[in-house]
């Protein structure tokens, strides 16, 4: 029952693959705020770009409290100005973050291929023995 302006809780979830559980947590966190008739819940093109928002700061890392505080930012009166710089200083600061992040997963990952190669040697070596000790067993 799609107009021009609202969606079902169903076509949210179809639209950006969410589960209804998700957007009546966001509901719940006050992130998005459907209109109720009854028990059905119906989203007008607001909480669909606010969801959009929210779905693509989770994607990036941001916290919920982080991405609340930006659409607060947008929904009160203010200079786009301001918006735009604390929007792009959080983004900054998340990317620092995440390339620590890259930084340390890749370091983890070169030390974990050491300890890998270092264990099928000792393995091998272990067989070898193993396999020897059989053979000669098997002889006498």
Avoid: H, W
């Avoid at 957007?23 to 109720?36: D, H, M, V």
């Avoid at 409290?65 to 301001?82: P, T």
């Amino acid at each position: 029952m799609t107009t021009d302006t609202t969606m079902t809780i169903r076509e949210m979830c179809d639209a950006f693959d969410v589960t209804p559980r998700t957007l009546r947590f966001y509901e719940a966190k006050e992130l998005i705020f459907p209109k109720r008739e009854g028990t059905k819940r119906l989203y007008n093109r607001r909480d669909r770009a606010r969801l959009k928002l929210i779905l693509r700061g989770k994607r990036f890392g941001f916290s919920l409290e982080d991405i609340r505080q930006l659409l607060d930012m947008y929904d009160r009166e203010g200079s786009e100005r301001s918006q735009y710089l604390t929007t792009y200083k959080l983004a900054q600061e998340r990317l620092a973050q995440m390339e620590q992040q890259r930084d340390e997963l890749i370091e983890a990952i070169a030390e974990l291929k050491v300890e890998l190669n270092d264990g099928a040697a000792l393995y091998e070596s272990y067989a070898a023995a193993t396999e020897t000790r059989s053979a000669t067993q098997s002889a006498a």
